[in-house]
């Protein structure tokens, strides 16, 4: 009931920049929390950013002060700002988004994006 469209992501070199996006689409709902995960060939997916609906954010330790999340509530849209990036942040990254529909039992909801991949040469 809850689509994520993501775009962004890319091939760049270390020390460069990227700038992903998602959008939410559906059929009535409220956000609690969108984010971003990554999963890296051999390795299980992980946090990068969260940001909750009253403007919370959480970060993983090796994107502190690199990375930036941030939110537009009347677009539904999430961007992580990515600075300084190192091949170490090679991975596909998801985006998350969890809350409540708007039906009649207000239920909870948890969509996952497709992934996009980022890449970056040493």
């Known amino acids: 009931q809850v689509q994520l469209v993501e775009s962004g992501g890319g091939l760049v070199q270390s020390g460069g920049s990227l700038r992903l996006s998602c959008t939410a689409s559906?059929?009535?709902?409220?956000?609690?929390?969108m984010g971003w995960y990554r999963q890296a060939p051999g390795k299980q997916r992980e946090l990068v950013a969260v940001?909750?609906?009253?403007?919370?954010?959480n970060y993983w330790d090796s994107v502190k002060g690199r990375f930036t999340i941030s939110r537009d509530d009347t677009e539904k849209t999430v961007t992580l700002q990515m600075n300084r990036l190192i091949p170490e942040d090679t991975a596909v990254y998801y985006c998350?988004?969890?809350?409540?529909?708007?039906?009649?039992?207000?239920?909870?909801?948890?969509?996952w994006g497709p992934g996009t991949q980022v890449t970056v040469s040493s």
């Open positions: 940001i909750t609906n009253d403007g919370r954010t």
């Open positions: 559906g059929n009535g709902f409220e956000i609690r929390q």
């Open positions: 998350m988004a969890n809350g409540r529909l708007a039906n009649a039992d207000r239920s909870d909801f948890g969509s």
